[in-house]
């Protein structure tokens, strides 16, 4: 065990902040370690948007379906893949970069390194005793957030983080069995081990409810999924990404 480890296996969304802000040293300490991830063939395609006009942050909490925390926070930050920077490039070293930038492929690597980079950012910001959540919720209506933002072509935001001191404290959700996820050589198969792992998992999940809401609440890790991926949600997103250039081919 170290510090590093210590702050990693500490994780826990915060969903509620104090009003302090971030100090600029801070915003920039936490882009400097998103820019330190690894990054496929050296592309760093994603760019991070830094939000501090509250006006733009109530809107976006609304986009978000109303997280009020989108608004109330120390900072926030939005991911977004970029491959807009090289289609520049290849305009100014005269190379046909366009059909490699809207294949799945590239399309893959920003998505890779930008969340990459995110976590990175995380880390530094709870190694600094910060609580973050990540929130996906931006992705309900991504024209209107690109609007917001003024997105070029080839850029797509994913997510935005909300940083800041934590208003209080939260517990930790527990995680799926390690065996379930860590597979040897080969990937399990066994249906009766996996659904071993799942059950196992599906207590620890209800108990984790059940304490954290005094009884009111005792769902499975199962039913949440099962409920969740029944409903459709943001099927414009095909659409959306292809409007942008990517994923093209
Ligand atoms: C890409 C991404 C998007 C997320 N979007 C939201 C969100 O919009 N709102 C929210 O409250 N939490 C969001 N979360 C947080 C997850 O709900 C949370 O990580 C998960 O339930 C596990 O809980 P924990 O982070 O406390 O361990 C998101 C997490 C990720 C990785």
Not at 55 to 69: D, T
Not at 89 to 108: H, N, Q
Request: hydrophobic share 35%; glycine share 6%.
């Amino acid at each position: 065990m170290n510090q590093v480890i210590e702050t990693i296996l500490r994780h826990r969304s915060v969903r509620k902040f104090t009003e302090q802000p971030l100090s600029s040293e801070q915003i920039e300490l936490i882009v400097k370690s998103a820019q330190a991830a690894s990054t496929s063939s050296y592309i760093q395609a994603y760019s991070i948007i830094g939000i501090t006009d509250l006006k733009k942050k109530q809107a976006l909490a609304e986009v978000a379906g109303n997280q009020a925390y989108v608004a109330e926070n120390g900072h926030f930050f939005i991911f977004c893949a970029d491959l807009h920077r090289h289609q520049k490039i290849g305009e100014w070293e005269g190379s046909d970069v366009l059909p490699s930038i809207e294949s799945t492929e590239k399309f893959m690597v920003a998505l890779i390194d930008t969340a990459l980079a995110a976590q990175n950012a995380v880390l530094a910001a709870e190694s600094m005793g910060l609580g973050i959540c990540y929130i996906g919720g931006i992705r309900n209506d991504l024209e209107k957030v690109a609007s917001f933002l003024k997105t070029p072509k080839h850029v797509i935001p994913l997510f935005g983080i909300a940083v800041g001191y934590p208003a209080k404290e939260t517990s930790q959700k527990p995680r799926l069995p390690l065996n379930h996820v860590y597979h040897e050589n080969e990937y399990e198969q066994d249906e009766s081990a996996f659904k071993a792992g799942i059950d196992q998992y599906n207590q620890s999940v209800q108990d984790y409810y059940n304490k954290r809401t005094n009884g009111k609440r005792s769902d499975t890790w199962s039913s949440q999924m099962g409920t969740m991926l029944e409903k459709k949600s943001r099927m414009y997103m095909k659409e959306f990404i292809e409007k942008k250039g990517l994923n093209l081919r």
